[in-house]
């Protein structure tokens, strides 16, 4: 069988020179991700970035510039992963909102910080995008081809 890799996207929001990260209950452990998840089935990537957020850290996200796409191979899990990381701003919260699971909490954490994490990083894509996005990295949204809605 060939390469199958899941498709997900995730946002990387950063404000006051912090960054929107979820802390994630997987496998029995705490890891810190950014605001990300699988795209549905026939769901366009700008909508998926928007809703993975939204359903996880409560806040709405608007997709400002397409950061890059990062493979990803598990090297415990042996699954592979494209992940089309987005950029934007939030705007309005809702903070009783429930989370989605495996979420469990939500942080603001400047990247000096990520550094020595409360807890480990669920991939290096984490400080990865944040480096790009440091980096100035900025493609158009229009490079990603979604369907129109």
Known sequence: MGWRPSITVAAIV????????????????????QPAGRV?????????VVRETL??????FEPEWF???YPWRSPHAQRSSLRFAFTGRVRAHEPQRALDEP???VHWLGREQ????????????VLRCI????????????AINDPPP
């Open 67 to 69: 950061l890059g796409v």
């Open 131 to 142: 480096d790009d996005w440091y980096g100035g990295r900025r493609l158009p949204l229009s």
């Open 55 to 60: 359903e996880e850290t409560g806040w709405h």
């Open 114 to 125: 990520l550094l020595h994490p409360p807890c480990p990083l669920r991939t290096p894509l």
């Open 14 to 33: 950063e404000a006051d020179g912090r960054f929107l990260l979820v802390e994630e209950r997987i496998g029995g452990h705490h890891v810190l991700n």
């Open 103 to 105: 979420v469990v909490a």
């Open 40 to 48: 549905e089935p026939e769901e366009r990537l700008l909508d998926a």
